[in-house]
T-cell receptor, first 110, second 115 residues
Framework: RKEVEQDPGPFNVPEGATVAFNCTYSNSASQSFFWYRQDCRKEPKLLMS???SGNEDGRFTAQLNRASQYISLLIRDSKLSDSATYLC???????????FGKGTHLIIQP | DTGVSQDPRHKITKRGQNVTFRCDPI?????LYWYRQTLGQGPEFLTYFQNEAQLEKSRLLSDRFSAERPKGSFSTLEIQRTEQGDSAMYLC?????????????FGPGTRLTVT
């Protein structure tokens, strides 16, 4: 079983719609969780850390469900500029390397 | 620009040659990471430094790969006797001591093509 699993998509969504992604992780000892955004041929950029209580940053809301070992990202009022690959990322403890999912490809259509 | 920088941005080399990449982390960050990313995959962890000490290496880091961070600032990643399978984007990231979430910030990457 892969450590971090995501639906690769693509998700084709009309501008202004709400879209949600989930990802699941296998290591129950995982301690930190993140969503990164990656544009084509660019580096991953930190979108948001995911806190146990859930957190919101503008149009973006992240949730963590430790019991079921999944993380979600909700994007409201989607913009054309939201088109990108969204990477679910888990840190299994300490300052070691992050484990990335393969990413979910989002295409916002005008 | 105070972000993570990497050099070169692109490298084309012939199979069997050695290559070296450089990463300069964000100046106040003492943790530095190397990752490799191939098409359609997420980045895969290679190795990690805290200051000048290399604290962790992935099994992906074969004997042909070596990384250094001699003064706890910039880091180099060397690949000896390159193979076509080494073609990938090599990403460097850094994070700060005291960040409870160890948020990592990535550089633009070095894209390696082995012909």
């Amino acid at each position: 079983r892969k450590e971090v699993e995501q639906d690769p998509g693509p998700f084709n969504v009309p501008e202004g719609a709400t879209v949600a992604f989930n990802c699941t992780y296998s290591n129950s000892a995982s301690q930190s969780f993140f969503w990164y955004r990656q544009d084509c041929r660019k580096e991953p950029k930190l979108l948001m850390s995911v806190y146990s209580s859930g957190n919101e940053d503008g149009r973006f809301t992240a949730q963590l469900n430790r019991a079921s070992q999944y993380i979600s990202l909700l994007i409201r009022d989607s913009k054309l500029s939201d088109s990108a690959t969204y990477l679910c990322v888990v840190n299994s403890g300490g300052a070691d390397g992050l484990t990335f999912g393969k990413g979910t490809h989002l295409i916002i259509q005008p | 620009d105070t972000g993570v920088s990497q050099d070169p941005r692109h490298k084309i080399t012939k199979r069997g040659q050695n290559v070296t990449f450089r990463c300069d982390p964000i100046s106040e960050h003492n943790r530095l990471y190397w990752y490799r990313q191939t098409l359609g995959q997420g980045p895969e962890f290679l190795t990690y430094f805290q200051n000048e000490a290399q604290l962790e290496k992935s099994r992906l880091l074969s004997d042909r790969f070596s990384a250094e961070r001699p003064k706890g600032s910039f880091s180099t990643l060397e690949i000896q006797r390159t193979e076509q399978g080494d073609s990938a984007m090599y990403l460097c990231a850094s994070s700060a001591t005291g960040d409870p979430f160890y948020e990592q910030y990535f550089g633009p990457g070095t894209r390696l093509t082995v012909t």
